[in-house]
């Protein structure tokens, strides 16, 4: 393929492109919705799931010691499980000081000591708190755990990592199903695009058709049409995208920083590149789907 | 040039176009293929220009089946085969110039190529003063003689008419066809569908006669519209 050829090409993408410049506007908005859609759905569910490793790794087990337990050896035995990360050792009267500071607002009597003798006595156990590997891993280590000598109890919170993860799974079946019937539609109407430029067109083809055209350079022209409407979509979805999670990024560190989102400049790239090349593949394959059924009976 | 083997032509409805012609025309020949409307001429040229392929019989183009021609190689065979038709079939938005490139275009010539072979096709018909022409600013006998330089600016072996003077005066008429076969006396075989008895009467060149289909006469030496 030489220079002409190519400059031959585009000149005929760009002339079908601004002879149906309504169409054009409709089909590359329509690719911009679908995308901004897409991209939505991938954000909350990357982000949901990133929450939920981001507690899991949070999550630990409290391994709490009888009384007359002997805490070396529970120790050991602990570390010696290979999936378990670390353990710390948090005596009786750190939990007790712990427990009494964090209910100092509601206690009349913030001494320790004051409270001690109040309740009769320390009633919080010695206990280990341990750090897994895996945050999959819980369930076993604590099952583990149970069986060691000295040991009075286990306890684990998995809920909250469970729920954020049910939600990911959740938002990303739903945003699959959107994402297929907007796709669907996207196809439809580039399809219908090409198909309503290819009958505008018809005439042209006949005579290249027997000239010698080859098929191929028929439909490039077409094809770069829809991969055209594929790329305005997806840049104006990634300009749009891209500003509303800026924008939802510095909210939410502002106002709601416990939830942990992801941002930096490898995402957002990747994250753009992704919307456009989305957009150029459902434009390539809407032009596609409209060039076979149609171009056959010019 | 042109072996036409025993071809008749069913249309899916059941129509019989063709019924076995047989027709031999050598290089640079010029051949006038007469008949009624439906007498099956069209159909003919079609078979040609692989526009249709035969259901029974062959047709041989410089020693190639053209039914046995892979659905790619199709292009190629039309760039050595041009077609004028009756109602020229020129781009409106273009300029004669731009007509007339738009085959070498389609075929990946080179700006170069193009500004060498262009202006020799339209000195040709005699249209070089009105390159930059639109269409509808030209009379039918000039939008057909830039039809006619776009289909030779490819140099073809065959030049296919079909009809080419429907649309056009007696006077005209006589000059389009006086200009196939000057195209024909430079090499090009020229194969003229037509159904003009006085340009047919006048040119006293090979004529094939169709009816319902059947080649029903070939005056190879020459002869009118009805008589050899």
Known sequence: ?298 | MIHVEGVTVVYPDGTRALSGVELQVDRGEFVFIVGASGSGKSTLLQLIYRELVPTEGRVIIAGQDVASLPRGRVPMLRRNVGVVFQDFRLLPDKNVWENVAFALDVVGASRREKFRKVPLALELVGLSEKEASLPSELSGGEQQRVSIARALVNNPAILLADEPTGNLDPDISWEIVQLLTNIADRGTTVLCATHDRVIVDGMRKRVVSLVGGTVVRDARGGGGYDEP
Request: hydrophobic residues 50%; glycine residues 6%; aromatic residues 8%.
């Open chain 1, 1 to 298: 393929m030489n220079l002409s050829m190519v400059e031959f090409l585009l000149q005929q993408a760009w002339q079908s492109i601004r002879r149906n410049g309504l169409m054009s506007l409709a089909t590359s908005s329509n690719m911009t919705v679908a995308l901004i859609i897409l991209s939505s759905f991938f954000l909350v569910t990357v982000n949901l799931e990133h929450m939920a490793d981001v507690e899991a790794h949070k999550a630990s087990i409290r391994v709490e010691l009888e009384d007359d337990a002997d805490r070396a050896q529970v120790e050991s035995r602990l570390f010696g499980d290979r999936r378990v990360a670390s353990i710390e050792f948090k005596s009786k009267e750190e939990a007790f000081e712990d427990r009494v500071r964090r209910w100092a607002d509601v206690l009349e009597e913030g001494d320790p000591e004051t409270l001690a003798v109040l309740l009769g006595g320390n009633p919080l156990p010695d206990a280990i708190i341990v750090k897994p590997e895996n945050p999959q891993d819980m369930p076993a280590i604590a099952k583990a755990a149970e069986n060691i000598d000295g040991v009075a109890k286990v306890s684990y919170s998995q809920q909250v990592t469970d729920k954020l993860l049910t939600l990911a799974r959740g938002i990303k079946v739903s945003g699959l199903v959107a994402a297929v019937l907007m796709g669907m539609a996207t196809l439809l109407i580039v399809s219908t695009t090409i198909r309503l430029t290819i009958y505008a067109r018809r005439r042209e083809i006949r005579i290249m058709q027997l000239v010698g055209a080859t098929n191929w350079f028929i439909r490039l022209p077409f094809i770069l049409e829809g991969a055209f409407h594929g790329v305005m979509g997806g840049a104006l979805a990634t300009v749009l995208v891209l500003a509303s999670y800026t924008y939802a990024h510095a909210y939410v560190q502002q106002h709601l920083e416990f939830l942990a989102l992801i941002y930096d400049p490898t995402f957002t790239v990747l994250l753009g590149l992704g919307t456009l090349l989305c957009g150029v593949l459902f434009g390539v394959a809407g032009s596609w789907i409209g060039l076979r059924s149609y171009l056959r009976h010019v």
